[in-house]
């Protein structure tokens, strides 16, 4: 199932009800649900549990890893970088079991898998495109664009809301932060699908492809970073990277900051509009609470009840505890957000889906420290433009089918929804 719902029973027989050999990152098991039934049952008799695995499987050289599924354990985690940290294994729970260390340890130069300080300086440099100044300029390009891409779904009758509307304003929107050219956008989509794809055998995506990708992506960055070293235009490429002597970016962390994006940003955000579409079809009573108020709320709960990114990992680097388990030097705790946003504790009736939801203190944006979303304000904004413009030129936009989802060992993706416009 695509969406959060009530905790079922579980089968009796092993400790906590869960079958022999159950893993959390599976990606079989994502391909068919996210795993909220199970996330309960830990919550209330094993909040963190040593999910064991075969040494290797996950791309790590070890027998398995810590399953966090309680959101103030979540934000312990989050927070505390000195004791848990992103870098050592890098911040990706489950690669594929062929990959090479050496292709897990070139990802450390990505922010996302780096730790303090080298992360507080990068970040602090990268967080220059992220003001509420430089996310309001974006605001009446991106506006436009969300009614044109609704407009010409209109037009076509029914399709696929995935291809035809959920990825189109997030890559515009990275697009139009770095600068790309128009005609050059559907090249990032494409490299950006392949970098995340390679668990799904229906995309016939294999890691090699995915990893050159990459590269490419990170090449065509590189590039433009060049340029605007060379020619500086009024753009946020060159307040990164124009004057490298002055704390800015080098041409290649330019190129993993654009790797980021194109995964955090266009992959995350795409899947946040899909499933938010779904809940809301699903969901016929809050679509038409939407289309009448159009509630500031209704974004954060989107982000809550999608959750995009399932989880993250981090290494303790030290042996510590963390509730109730004691966790050792160099082991692997995966901190599950889509748990943590289904959690009774924090959350009045977390299995409904209520645009209204206030205060919600989600997150799917990340459980605070120093890996907190930069691009929480773009993403909000995206997602407030589009639901705008299909709330009000496809007000009756209806399924046609289940949608279909991605087979990912940490992203909740759906990479096809049918539906009619009109």
Not at 56 to 83: L, M, N, Q
Not at 289 to 312: D, G, H, M, N, Q
Request: glycine share 8%.
């Amino acid at each position: 199932m695509s969406c959060p719902v009530h905790p079922e029973g579980l089968p009796d027989g092993l400790p906590h009800g869960l079958p022999e050999g159950f893993d959390f990152t599976d990606p079989d098991l994502y391909h068919q649900r996210v795993p909220l039934p199970e996330f309960a049952r830990l919550r209330e008799t094993s909040p963190v549990w040593w999910n064991a695995q075969p040494r290797g499987i996950a791309g790590f050289d070890d027998e398995g890893y810590w399953v966090v599924t309680r959101h103030a354990d979540v934000k312990e985690v989050s927070t505390k970088p000195e004791t848990y940290s992103a870098g050592l294994n890098t911040s990706i729970i489950r690669f594929n079991e062929h990959i090479q260390r050496e292709q897990i340890d070139v990802q450390k130069l990505i922010m996302l898998n780096m730790d303090p300080p080298e992360h507080t300086r990068v970040r602090q440099i990268v967080q220059r495109g992220f003001t509420p100044r430089a996310i309001r300029a974006l605001e009446d390009a991106l506006r436009d664009r969300a009614a044109a891409i609704v407009t010409e779904a209109k037009e076509s009758g029914r399709g696929d809301f995935v291809t035809d509307i959920a990825c189109e304003l997030p890559l515009q929107a990275i697009a139009e932060l770095i600068g790309v050219p128009q005609e050059e956008r559907a090249r990032i989509f494409d490299w950006s699908n392949k970098m995340i794809a390679y668990d799904d055998p229906e995309l016939a995506i294999t890691e090699e492809v995915g990893a050159n990708a990459a590269m490419e992506l990170i090449s065509y960055a590189m590039n433009l970073s060049a340029a605007r070293k060379e020619c500086p235009a009024e753009d946020i490429v060159s307040r990164l990277v124009a004057a490298e002597d002055e704390g800015n970016l080098g041409s290649d962390e330019f190129g993993f900051f654009v790797l980021l994006l194109a995964v955090a940003g266009n992959e995350t955000t795409r899947n946040a509009i899909s499933h938010g579409m779904h809940a809301f079809l699903t969901h016929p009573d809050q679509w038409e609470l939407y289309k009448r108020e159009r509630p500031a709320t209704a974004a954060e709960e989107i982000v809550r009840w999608a959750t995009p990114v399932v989880s993250f990992q981090r290494t303790a680097t030290h042996d510590t505890e963390l509730g109730g388990a004691r966790i050792k030097k160099g082991q692997r705790v995966g901190i599950f957000y889509a748990s943590a946003n289904n959690d009774p504790e924090v959350f009045v009736h977390p299995e409904l889906f209520d645009i209204a939801r206030d205060p919600n203190p989600h997150l799917g944006f990340g459980g605070g420290g120093p890996h907190f979303c930069l691009g929480k304000s773009l993403a909000v904004l995206e997602i407030n433009l589009i639901f705008n413009a299909i709330a009000d030129t496809l007000p009756d936009i209806r399924l046609t089918g289940a949608p279909r989802r991605l087979r990912s060992a940490w992203l909740n993706g759906i990479k096809e929804m049918g539906v009619a416009y009109a």
